[in-house]
């Protein structure tokens, strides 16, 4: 009994430190190929779009904090001559819960003409959105945009799919400290899982057709 309570221990032991290891390899990956790449708001050069990241909307349609402070940085950006059209790329999957829905109501209730945004329904997590940007909008340049926390994951996994993309993150919603901290401890479990979606080069949850309303927000 002893000895297999030992083994067990050391298997236990080892099974944690490969854990960290994985973990802590998949964050060096999304630092390393985001570096140089990330930029402050008032710094990143122009792109002609400005992917916005889905998050949290509200029962009511309203977007979370996280979302808003997303949509209010692409805002900007348009406003600023550093993007010509803003993608939002969100989860759709209910007919009640619509990201990029409540995301164009958000920008146009504040002056975003709405031929300036395009939508996509089925970035159910970054690495969809980054796949679906390239291959079914027909992104090639883009400024990634999302809160700090996420932004490394999210640029590097766009940069691998083949889109120029550089990034601007948000700290305002850092007020929110409890949703915060969770969120930067899942980005841990998240790196090691954008490793392995590049590793085996899945293709999205849904592709469907090649839609062309980024170019037309461009044109």
């Given at each position: 009994?002893?000895?297999?309570?030992?083994?067990?221990?050391?298997?236990?032991?080892?099974?944690?430190?490969?854990?960290?290891?994985?973990?802590?390899?998949?964050?060096?990956?999304?630092?390393?190929?985001?570096?140089?790449?990330?930029?402050?708001?008032?710094?990143?050069?122009a792109?002609?779009?400005?992917?916005?990241?889905?998050?949290?909307?509200?029962?009511?349609?309203?977007?979370?904090?996280?979302?808003?402070?997303?949509?209010?940085?692409?805002q900007?950006?348009?406003?600023?001559?550093?993007?010509?059209?803003i993608?939002i790329?969100?989860?759709?999957?209910?007919w009640?819960?619509?990201?990029?829905?409540?995301?164009?109501?958000?920008?146009?209730?504040?002056?975003?003409?709405?031929?300036?945004?395009?939508?996509?329904?089925a970035?159910?997590?970054?690495?969809?959105?980054?796949?679906r940007?390239?291959?079914?909008?027909?992104?090639?340049?883009?400024?990634?945009?999302?809160?700090?926390?996420?932004?490394?994951?999210?640029?590097?996994?766009?940069?691998t799919?083949?889109?120029?993309?550089?990034?601007?993150?948000?700290?305002?919603?850092?007020?929110?400290?409890?949703?915060?901290?969770n969120?930067?401890?899942r980005?841990?479990?998240?790196?090691?899982?954008?490793?392995?979606?590049?590793?085996?080069?899945?293709?999205p949850?849904?592709?469907?057709?090649?839609?062309?309303?980024?170019?037309?927000?461009?044109?």
């Amino acid at each position: 009994m002893r000895i297999t309570r030992k083994r067990m221990l050391v298997a236990g032991a080892l099974i944690m430190g490969l854990g960290v290891l994985a973990s802590a390899s998949g964050e060096l990956w999304t630092r390393g190929t985001a570096h140089g790449h990330t930029y402050s708001e008032a710094d990143v050069p122009a792109a002609p779009v400005a992917l916005v990241l889905g998050a949290q909307v509200y029962d009511d349609g309203s977007p979370s904090p996280f979302l808003a402070a997303r949509l209010d940085i692409a805002q900007r950006l348009l406003e600023a001559g550093k993007v010509r059209a803003i993608l939002i790329s969100g989860d759709h999957s209910r007919w009640e819960y619509d990201e990029p829905g409540s995301s164009e109501v958000y920008l146009v209730a504040r002056g975003v003409p709405a031929s300036r945004i395009a939508l996509d329904y089925a970035g159910f997590d970054t690495y969809d959105s980054c796949v679906r940007a390239k291959r079914i909008f027909g992104v090639r340049e883009a400024i990634v945009v999302t809160q700090t926390y996420h932004l490394d994951r999210a640029v590097a996994l766009c940069r691998t799919e083949g889109i120029d993309a550089t990034g601007v993150g948000d700290d305002s919603v850092k007020i929110y400290k409890e949703p915060w901290r969770n969120s930067v401890i899942r980005e841990r479990g998240a790196n090691l899982k954008a490793v392995a979606d590049v590793i085996t080069h899945r293709d999205p949850i849904f592709l469907g057709r090649q839609e062309t309303t980024v170019q037309e927000a461009l044109s």
